[in-house]
């Protein structure tokens, strides 16, 4: 158990390593979905992971044409686009403005143990381990639990699948117009607080890693009352707990 967030995962996995003769690394849990053809239940084993926390957040009047601060310095970059807060105005209105403007998404700073001592790389999708997800794809023929009890049953039957990319940041979504643009902008699925921040330090330690995330919940879907977390989450960590079990058999 690592605790709540990236700060924390990342700290657990860097003391794991120092203290440990650690070989690889498999983080699992339960995530929220940001990709709407696949339903709560289902596990998911992303290709890459990013932190889609860090941003440059561009003064009001500044556009996409405009150099951000510190950019120059190759500390900021525009590569890997932006979230524009206007496009969310309710009713729409392709003139309208926001004072917020953009937020540009950014990559880590890395120091990985095989570079050149402060010498800083830059990285934004981190790719899993190769061989482990090989090793994954034999997840897919799992059988997993469908129901919390005799009453409680998902209406679809709970598979693990394997998605090209999951992300996480310190937010609980819970907003569906930004579950749609992650997807949308970055063919996200499965989005946590915590997997990014083990695949970081794992990239920088050039440890294998992988990371496999049960659905609890549409992101700011299902009913307008109250998070699919709130009743599924239990489930969802089961099977996580389920699937993650079989891949160390299968190692």
Known sequence: MSGLAMLNAGLTTQLLVS?????????YGIAGNANSSLHIGYVTVPRYWAHTGLWNWQRYGDGPNDELSLESDGDYTRKYGYLHFANFTTPS???SSNLLNNVWYQPEEIFPVTGTPEVRQHAFWVPVDEHYYQIAKSLESLELEKCLNSTTCLSNTPKAVLVERGASANVFVDNAAYRNFLYTKFNISPIDMESAAVALVCLEQRLPFIAIRSLSDLAGGGTSERNEAAVFSGLASQNAVTAVLQFIKSL
């Open 19 to 27: 203290f440990f003769e650690v070989k690889g690394v498999i983080h």
């Open 93 to 95: 209105d392709q003139n």
